[in-house]
């Protein structure tokens, strides 16, 4: 597999250009709002995000200073998503670090999160170019229409297939799918090949999320959030869909009525591991996790066809390399 390294090699030029025009957007006058974005700005994590728009941009043509300007919008939109939705959810922690409410409060992690959007706001509209003021708008109804969907199924825990990928395509697909598609925009692809790689965008957004979600029926400590997380936030991911299809009705009863105990915090730390051991058993008997990496796999072979409009080259290597990153990490 592909370090992150080996992937960012044909934009590292572009890429330190990036982390100059981010780290100048993550400032400010404020004493306690600079205290933050620091704290944000030192915990960035892998940045795919911004990976993905450069490598799109460079792929058609010369990345230029709209792809830079979109590149840390978008990754300032997403990670003031995540702030805020750390703070709907009411979750303590994001990838095993404390999160900005926690730190703080709920008031700075949300003003700080309304501040970042300001940022977007005012980069998007020094790139000057109406398409990616639409995906950048359009996005951010996404991201917010997804975590509405998400508290709404949330009431019931119990969701469907059909409802699993309305979610992740809302929140985790479309994100992949903006940023490949403004890199695209940024620097003039033909329609053609926008669409193979808003296409190709999606279809790693899916495999991204699917990969997470199987992440939380994993021992690796390497993750760095707690196993079966989503379970125990009320959140039933691909794997134990699944397997709750799959199984019979009295079992598939069982594993509901242990899940919405663990979601609704009425049993103790001991009986609480026991019943988390016996949903994993059960998903892994089931079959919920290798159904989910087949998904992900037939989603990486469409996303690596999509990218056949384009000629060989480093960029498009980086891009399939992307995929086996994303299906093959282990945090």
Known sequence: MATLTDIRRPIEAEWKQYERMIESALRADNKLQQEVLRYIGSR????????LVLLSAKLCNPVTDKTLRSAVALELLHTASLIHDDVVDSSDTRRGIAAVHTKWTNKVAVLIGDYMLAKVIGLVAEVRNIRILEIVSQLGKSLSSGEMVQLHVGQSMWIDEERYFQVIEQKTAQLFQACAEAGAESTGCTPRQRAALREYGRLLGLCFQIKDDIFDYSDLEEIGKPTMSDLRDGKVTLPLIEALRRAPQKEAERIRELGERISGLVVSGDDETRMLEEIKSFVMRFKGEEYAVQRML??????????????????????????????????
């Open 44 to 51: 960035r994590g892998k940045q795919l995000r911004p990976l």
């Open 298 to 331: 037939a989603y990486k072979k469409q996303a690596t066809e999509s990218l056949n409009v384009f000629r060989d080259s480093e960029e498009k290597k980086s891009l399939i390399g992307l995929l086996d990153y994303a299906i093959n990490r282990v945090q």
